[in-house]
């Protein structure tokens, strides 16, 4: 087995309302890459939020108590603080520098994963500006999945991915936050493993692996590879979504 994962060249600096589809089709083609049934396109958060037009400007927040207090013990601008509380669900952990949250869409990450870097101020007309996640990451994926199977008139998997950080380790990893054609979990309770024992407890994060891979590709700087292009997923492809990779909160023993 082979996994072949190309970034697609001359994405351009992505802005409000710009069509994914036909910036992904373009590079198809610069890129002589052929859709097929099986393949996988990822894409990095960012752009998805660029495109949808997720930026706010911090000038226009006006923080609420609850934001001026945590910003003091977190030493955080309190106006993003007070768009990390309304795009988060419960404030899990916070330490100078960082609040971890629940985001509203579900998984745990830190400051709410709204974004500073390489945010072109200009493009809402102020320097103080930032990036919120997609408001739904799961549906941008279907219909850009959806668009590209109705062109291509083949079968593919559509995931959007971020950088997390990990309970356990240093650094952040590729994330899937949004799902639609794949699998986010594999269950292999029940398969036999190579010397015939039936698996008990091995369920398979394989949208998290394949978002991880990915991750190397796409980079975290100015690489400039915000799209990819996967062929040799080994797993099967059917409907999924983030929700499957959600540990529920009474099984979260970080809480």
Aim: glycine share 10%; charged share 25%.
């Amino acid at each position: 087995m082979s996994l072949i994962i190309t970034p697609l060249t001359g994405i351009p600096i992505i802005t409000v309302g710009d069509d994914l589809v036909e910036i992904i089709n373009n590079a198809l083609r610069t890129d002589q890459i052929s859709l097929t049934n099986g393949d996988i396109i990822i894409i990095a958060q960012k752009i998805i939020s660029k495109s949808e037009g997720r930026f706010v400007k911090l000038s226009e927040i006006e923080p609420s108590l609850k934001a001026r207090k945590l910003a003091l013990s977190t030493e955080k601008d309190p106006r993003l603080v007070e768009l990390i509380l309304q795009e988060s669900k419960e404030i899990i952990r916070i330490r100078p520098g960082a609040i971890i949250v629940e985001h509203r869409l579900g998984f745990v990450c830190a400051n709410a994963g709204i974004d500073h870097s390489n945010v072109i101020a200009e493009s809402v007309g102020s320097e103080e500006t930032v990036l919120l996640l997609p408001n739904n990451p799961d549906l941008s994926a279907q219909t850009l999945k959806e668009n590209l199977e109705g062109i291509h008139g083949v079968r593919i998997g559509v995931m959007i991915i971020d950088s997390h950080g990990r309970a356990w380790r240093l650094g952040t990893i590729g994330t899937a936050i949004g799902i639609s054609g794949l699998p986010g979990l594999v269950d292999l309770r029940g398969e036999p493993d190579m010397f015939g024992w039936k698996l008990k407890i091995t369920e398979v994060g394989a949208a998290d692996e394949l978002a991880a891979a990915a991750s190397l590709v796409i980079g975290q700087a100015s690489e400039g590879t915000p799209i990819v292009h996967v062929r040799g997923f080994p797993y099967e492809l059917r409907d999924g979504s983030l929700s499957e990779l959600l540990r529920p909160k009474e099984q979260d023993l970080f809480r």
